[in-house]
């Protein structure tokens, strides 16, 4: 939207996705290397200097808001690390605005381990005198998210803007018709009357005062329905991976990894995704999870009688050293239990390996079994990255036979 409407705009979001860099983005571009590097270097002799000892989440911050003042950015948009009420992307004391996203079980060593503990954090980043944004959410994230509204905004009539069930009816103009009227899944309006919401609140701070802004809002809103974001339902071609020529098959990529995104997923896959679908088709699998995440709830929620699981490990994460993947064999061994207790069966492989061979090796078999099933990659955003990262680096290389060349004269091939 900020972009329509030729904002000049700033976006810093969290894991970064291929290249530690790209995480940060300057008018929907993501910047380069060397400027990431140049402005990271400054932070971290300020960081040496001074004696601070900043965490690599920190430091990341602090080179994301120096790049949005180098190129002047007029407004930036912050995602939250974890959290949010800790995290060290809340630091803005006077937002435009801030949006509270559906609340769910996620992080919870560091967060707590209720809907009611998590929402505390999340809730952590209104301020007073800046409207807050929230999605639909659980009773008992709502309860929570009010209680701490009104101790801290003020006015809610005018600061606080909460998702109902007749939200987008209520939408005006042009947009609001067209996205009462489209099959978007509930989860996709919700987001999308998120960013309409925040871009409204934002809107009179960077427009001439008087000026209206009813126009503006609904002919930016339209350019939500062309953004896509990599590694969220985005269909993928795996032939340029396959040694062979083989037919075009239906490939989803999807960095899903907790409860609410999983209901999505299969939200997605039901309504609209690869075509039409039904209860009996099969799907083949392959999956990543974060150590600690439940695969008896991935399994349950996403996994059917008769679908194909092929369980693999991310690689390591650059500049994450604490994110570790669950092994290959509890992957197998509890969606097996969870299959069974479902009177269910699946075919079950695991690729225990976390480079880009054994990923290769994986997405291969998972091309070769099923038949003509579409093949889902999900799990975490981790294995999104690594998927995309194999895809670039075969392009880059020339091709499978020239990468395989170079795999194959180095001793020390990572993701």
């Not at 959290?83 to 079980?105: C, Q």
């Not at 509204?149 to 109902?164: C, I």
């Not at 899944?185 to 005062?209: E, G, R, T």
Request: proline share 3%.
């Amino acid at each position: 939207m900020l972009k329509a409407a030729n904002i000049p705009n700033g976006t810093f979001t969290s894991p970064h996705l291929i290249d530690r860099w790209d995480c940060i983005s300057i008018n929907g571009r993501s910047i380069s290397e060397s400027v990431f590097r140049e402005v990271e270097d400054q932070v971290l002799s300020r960081n040496r200097k001074h004696e601070i000892d900043a965490s690599e989440f920190e430091l990341l911050t602090c080179t994301a808001y120096e790049i949005f003042n180098r190129e002047k950015v007029q407004v930036g948009v912050v995602e939250c690390g974890m959290g949010g009420l800790e995290d060290a992307t809340n630091t803005l004391e006077r937002p435009l605005a801030t949006v509270i996203s559906t609340i769910g079980l996620d992080h919870e060593r560091f967060l707590g381990p209720t809907i009611q503990d998590i929402a505390r954090h999340k809730a952590g980043i209104m301020k007073n005198g800046s409207a807050c944004i929230v999605s639909r959410q659980p009773s008992e994230a709502s309860e929570i998210i009010k209680s701490v509204a009104n101790s801290t905004l003020g006015d809610l009539r005018s600061s606080l803007r909460t998702y109902e069930d007749d939200s987008v009816a209520q939408l005006p103009g042009a947009f609001g018709q067209h996205l009462r009227s489209s099959q978007l899944s509930d989860v996709k309006k919700s987001n999308m009357w998120c960013a309409y919401q925040a871009f409204d609140a934002a809107l009179p701070s960077f427009i001439d005062q008087g000026s209206s802004t009813s126009d503006m809002l609904d002919r930016s809103a339209f350019a939500m329905l062309d953004t896509s974001v990599p590694a969220r339902q985005q269909p993928l071609d795996l032939r340029p991976l396959m040694l062979d020529s083989v037919s075009q098959r239906q490939v989803l990529l999807d960095g899903a990894h907790n409860q609410d995104s999983w209901n999505a997923l299969a939200e997605y896959l039901h309504r609209d995704a690869l075509g039409a679908t039904s209860t009996q088709e099969k799907v083949t699998w392959v999956i990543a999870l974060s150590d600690g995440k439940s695969v008896n709830d991935f399994a349950t929620t996403l996994v059917r009688d008769g679908d194909y699981v092929v369980a693999v490990r991310f690689g390591p994460v650059d500049g994450m050293p604490w994110v570790k993947p669950m092994d290959t064999g509890d992957i197998v061994a509890q969606t097996h239990q969870s299959l069974r207790s479902r009177g269910a069966w699946g075919s079950l492989l695991e690729f225990g390996g976390a480079d880009q061979v054994s990923l290769l090796d994986a997405l291969r078999e998972a091309y070769r079994l099923g038949g003509e099933s579409k093949i889902v990659i999900a799990g975490s955003l981790y294995l999104a990255s690594d998927v995309l990262r194999l895809l670039r680096d075969v392009e880059q290389q020339g091709g499978i036979g020239s990468f395989e060349s170079a795999m194959n004269d180095s001793d020390d091939v990572v993701l």
